[in-house]
């Protein structure tokens, strides 16, 4: 029995935390709940920085392999008499990682909190009931051995997983059959080169989030605020299987029962660029009193998403607020922020009950973004690639949705603009803007229609931004009847034809009222949090 124990410290996860139980009482307010890092002993910490440092370079040696290789070979090392010696050197090397692996365990071994840690892994992977699951969220570990508490195959069909969920799709371009053979022949090498760039920088520049050095870089403020949210918050981590197997890290925070009515809606969060929920926009809606959630991109073990994945594992959290955690679609909101706009307008367009969309600083698509940063010769290039693999259509997905979206942006933000920072117009939050107004009232959104729009779009500062809308003399009180009056007498879906047979002045105050309606700017940085005070559920008629 000793030594099955002494096995599992072996090979058993890292331990970063010991939470206190959610069950303590509150007598001292929440700081009463914090728990406390866990205090690995000398040998331990020291055995456990060389395994890291050898994982490291590992990594290192694995990205690195190709040009290494090439090197070896030009350089005469690739025979059988100089890799005999090299693989007894590299057998040496593992005997004693392997070595300094079972010091490792046995230091754990002798470490009570470990010990009774392990003992409790053990039993929820045997057995995983709420008691078993309750004690083991009371420590924070690698979340690779955390067991599965929901799959994607247990609501919906395992047949239809293979492909994962659907996507929009490029239109492709219509071409005859000789003309489709010679052109498949000439773009042979930029598929080739596409197919390169993606799976081996690309998608690691468009997923920072899954290199592994800034998670390592990251690690002691993701443990510091996944401490906050389970011990202030009560938040309950899980693991979830998608419908392509990769498993995705869920925070979940229910406060149906403090809430009242607001934590009866659950405000779903989908991470920027990098974000992780420990640090992300999570914490915008809760400082409120709704319900929330969020999840990082599917990268546990190492893996890099395509936007596939990112569908995947949004669907499977759509599927497990439902289903296991007992939310209706039309209690859901979800909440983006930047390329999470990927992923909550895939959601809305999916799951037309869902209550609404909110997109802080978004864009509309990822190829402008693209074109803008590269070379001009590298267009065709780009082009291709964007489309084929990594194609972030947020705005196609968006004119497919009936709920009501609302757009906070940032008067200040700078990743998705294209120039320099006065050009207010160049932020593709605008463009998504006018393309959703354009769509839903095209007969608003004439051509005065959008310069009126662009006008207020360009304002550098809400004093601006209000000259320009008294400046139109906009009656608010006057839209709302109009648009309430069109939306009785029709109830139908989008596109609307209000403002067909109206005045050019009519259909400029119509323009400003929908826009101001629709998006909300505020004067900080992309990269600042959306203020609390800033979070608004969006406008309904």
């Known amino acids: 029995m000793a030594v099955l124990s002494w096995i599992r410290c072996v090979f058993g996860p890292h331990l970063q935390r010991i939470h206190r139980s959610p069950e303590q009482p509150l007598t001292e307010g929440r700081a009463a709940r914090r728990g406390w890092n866990y205090q690995p002993r000398t040998l331990e910490r020291h055995s456990d920085s060389i395994l890291g440092w050898a994982s490291a370079l590992w990594s290192l040696s694995y990205y690195s392999s190709p040009l290494l290789l090439c090197y070896l070979y030009r350089k ?20 004693c990682l392997l070595g300094v692996a079972c010091l490792r365990g046995y230091e754990r071994w002798k470490n009570a909190d470990y010990l009774h840690f392990i003992a409790i892994l053990e039993e929820a992977k045997k057995s995983l009931t709420p008691e078993n699951k309750k004690k083991l969220r009371c420590y924070d570990f690698d979340f690779s051995h955390w067991p599965l508490d929901f799959s994607w195959a247990e609501v919906s069909n395992p047949k239809l997983s293979k492909a994962g969920v659907s996507l929009l799709k490029a239109e492709p371009r219509i071409r005859g059959a000789a003309d489709g053979v010679l052109h498949s022949v000439r773009t042979l090498p930029c598929h080739i080169i596409s197919f390169l760039v993606t799976y ?32 202030e918050f009560d938040g309950q981590r899980n693991k979830l299987s998608a419908c392509d197997g990769n498993e995705i890290d869920t925070m979940f925070v229910d406060r149906r029962r403090v809430g009242g009515q607001n934590g009866q809606t659950l405000v779903i969060c989908c991470e920027g660029n990098a974000g992780f929920y420990e640090v992300g926009c999570m914490n915008t809606p809760l400082e409120g009193e709704q319900s929330c959630g969020s999840w990082p991109s599917p990268v546990v073990g190492g893996g890099v998403p395509f936007p596939q994945n990112e569908a995947n594992a949004m669907d499977v959290v759509i599927q497990f607020a439902i289903h296991k955690l007992g939310f209706q679609l039309n209690d859901i909101i979800i909440y983006a922020w930047s390329i999470g706009g990927f992923t909550a307008t895939w959601a809305v367009m999916s799951y037309p009950e869902i209550k609404s969309v909110v997109l802080d600083a978004s864009f509309d698509d990822l190829l402008p973004l693209a074109l803008k940063v590269m070379p001009d010769s590298w267009r065709p290039l780009v082009q291709h690639t964007v489309r084929q693999y990594m194609n972030l259509n947020n705005a196609d997905q968006l004119l497919k949705l009936e709920e009501p979206v609302m757009f906070p942006q940032s008067d200040l933000t700078y990743l998705v603009r294209f120039r320099g920072p006065q050009d207010v117009m160049s932020n593709r939050g605008n463009n998504l803007l006018l393309k959703l107004l354009q769509f839903r009232y ?17 304002a550098t500062n809400q004093l601006e931004e209000a000259s320009v809308y008294t400046g139109y003399e906009v009656d608010d009180d006057w839209c709302v009847s109009v648009l309430q009056s069109y939306q009785a007498d029709r109830e139908v879906p989008f596109p609307w034809s209000v403002g067909e047979d109206m005045t050019l002045e009519g259909r400029r105050q119509l323009a400003l009222f929908l826009a101001r309606k629709y998006m909300q700017n505020f004067e900080t940085t992309h990269c600042t949090p959306l203020p609390a005070s800033q979070f608004h559920l969006p406008w309904r008629l």
């Open 76 to 95: 005469g090392y690739i025979c059988s008499s100089k890799l005999v010696p090299v693989s007894q050197y590299l057998g040496t090397v593992l005997v």
């Open 442 to 458: 095209p007969k608003i959104m004439t051509e005065e229609g959008i310069r009126v729009v662009r006008q207020w779009l360009g």
């Open 200 to 231: 081996s920088f690309g998608r690691r520049m468009l997923y920072p989030g899954s290199v592994g050095l800034l998670q390592k870089a990251m690690r002691p403020m993701l443990q510091q605020g996944q401490a906050k949210l389970i011990e």
